[in-house]
């Protein structure tokens, strides 16, 4: 079955800086990989999205990669702020059931200032 | 417009006693979908639905029934509630041929006693 890795459960570096998100995944050929943010009790928030034939997406301080070779996307916010501070998913879609998202357990940023 | 709303925020219950949590949304979307999430395991797919009277099992289907009988609407009954479904529920949302970004209702807090 598909598995889902994101890096680290936790990740904290100071205001400014550039956080850099993994996620990897094995078993699946997706045709997209979605990122979403999740604040403390509510749910999550749809942020990008990179299709299978492309290499980065950005979106104003984001930015995704997308590497089908090493099954890798790593996930950019640049000039860091506290407010970036939350809960990070990506989900992987495609393959023979389209709509159906399989998510990985999220990487939990902080940014203090 | 709403968006995906969920009834109830909160609820406990016994164990062996039944509910539904109630999933609307008002964006005229296709498909629908109930996660649980829980601490260090992410969001897991328990059923979902690709259209008005049809629903499909996820990844963690045992225990739970769900309805389609209006495009807005997405029941899961619980038929005999167990500690093991102590959970945080979501409720998602969306359109097809839209990249499958999918939008999140404010969560359902079940605890079950």
């Known amino acids: 079955s598909q598995k889902i ?8 570096i100071q205001e400014g800086k550039t956080a850099t998100l993994t996620c990897n995944y094995t078993n ?8 979403y943010r ?10 990008l999205l990179i299709r299978e034939n492309e290499k980065e997406k950005r979106k104003e301080r984001l930015k995704v990669t997308f590497d089908t070779t090493l099954k890798q996307s790593l996930f950019h916010i640049t ?23 399989y998510f990985g357990r999220g990487t939990q940023l902080t940014v203090w200032p | ?19 539904t949590l109630l999933c609307a949304q008002d964006m005229n979307h296709e ?22 009277g049809t629903t499909a099992k996820g990844e963690v289907p045992d225990g739970y029934n769900v309805s389609r009988l ?8 619980l038929e005999s509630a167990a500690p093991s479904q102590t959970s945080v529920y979501f409720c998602a949302s969306t359109m097809t041929g ?16």
């Open chain 1, 79 to 101: 000039a860091s702020q506290p407010a970036d501070s939350a809960t990070y998913l990506c989900a992987l879609v495609g393959g023979s059931t389209l709509g159906r998202l």
């Open chain 2, 98 to 113: 839209a990249n499958y970004e999918q939008y999140f209702g404010p969560g359902t807090r079940l605890t079950v006693t």
């Open chain 2, 1 to 19: 417009n709403a968006g995906v709303t969920q009834t109830p925020k909160f609820r406990v219950l016994k164990t062996g006693q039944s509910m």
């Open chain 1, 28 to 35: 699946y050929s997706p045709a997209y990989l979605q990122w």
């Open chain 1, 38 to 47: 999740q604040d403390p009790g509510r749910g999550p928030v749809f942020l």
């Open chain 2, 70 to 77: 209006k495009k807005q609407n997405f029941l899961l009954g």
């Open chain 2, 31 to 52: 498909y629908m979908y109930w996660y649980r999430q829980d601490p260090g395991m992410g969001l897991r797919l328990i059923h979902y639905s690709v259209g008005e």
């Open chain 1, 5 to 12: 890795e994101q890096n680290s459960e936790a990740l904290n």
